[in-house]
């Protein structure tokens, strides 16, 4: 199986302007979650999505916001760009169901740069 | 507030060492932990656990949970170069996907 797809790879924004993530998840995984990785907080859950619902949300800001389609592939947004939201972002999808939801599988990540 | 902490930080061995990762939680509504392998790009699965699965291995890896104690280790026998990496562990919570994520603990192994 294909694994779980993200584009851009690398992006170069402005302060104040908004950015699209995109991702494909593994085929038949119908979770997708988004995290947000810096070198001084770490990983951090930004939110999930299951069968096109945002299931749970991390504490962040409401510039951040994402969405499920159809098909699972998920979509996140970051409105307003600030300096402090250049980091890695994460994609990551699991089976559904149980304690499979939790068996995450991570995608190569975009890398955003706010400057 | 939920957490998850991970000792040591940093570590350097040599090859063929044997090396204990240790992660501690505090995590309501735990469902699982997991361990991933992380090398300069997206982590990599290793293993989860859970209270019916309390000790997992492949290979040289291995892991167990204590679920009464709250932590879990991660030990690496007969190290390897390529096992230079960070290792972060993660609790599941809750009923839905969300991971709550260590500081990670930084491997190196020289040769």
């Known amino acids: 199986k294909a694994g779980v797809t993200q584009t851009p790879r690398y992006l170069i924004k402005t302060r104040g302007q908004q950015v699209t993530l995109s991702c494909s998840p593994i085929?038949?995984?119908?979770?997708v979650s988004w995290y947000q990785q810096t070198p001084g907080q770490g990983l951090q859950f930004l939110f999930e999505?299951?069968?096109?619902?945002?299931?749970n949300k991390g504490n962040f800001p409401g510039r951040f916001s994402g969405r499920q389609f159809s098909n699972s592939r998920s979509e996140m947004n970051v409105s307003t760009l600030e300096l402090g939201d250049s980091a890695l972002y994460l994609c990551?999808?699991?089976?559904?169901?149980?304690?499979?939801?939790?068996?995450?599988?991570f995608g190569p990540g975009t890398r955003l740069t706010v400057t | 507030e939920d957490k998850v902490v991970q000792s040591p930080l940093s570590l350097v061995v040599h090859e063929g060492d044997t090396v204990t990762l240790n992660c501690s939680y505090e995590?309501?509504?735990?469902?699982?932990l997991l361990w991933y392998k992380q090398e300069k790009k997206a982590p990599t699965f290793l293993f989860m656990l859970?209270?019916?699965?309390i000790e997992k291995k492949s290979g040289r890896l291995s892991s167990i949970l204590d679920k009464k104690e709250l932590f879990s280790i991660l030990n690496i026998t007969a190290t390897q170069t390529g096992d230079s990496a960070v290792y972060l562990c993660?609790?599941?919570?809750?009923?839905?996907?969300?991971?709550?994520f260590g500081q990670g603990t930084t491997l190196q192994v020289k040769p």
């Open positions: 995590v309501t509504n735990f469902r699982s």
């Open positions: 990551a999808s699991s089976p559904s169901g149980g304690q499979k939801t939790y068996e995450q599988y």
């Open positions: 085929s038949g995984h119908r979770s």
């Open positions: 993660a609790v599941g919570s809750g009923n839905t996907g969300k991971l709550i």
């Open positions: 859970t209270s019916s699965g």
């Open positions: 999505y299951f069968s096109e619902t945002q299931r």
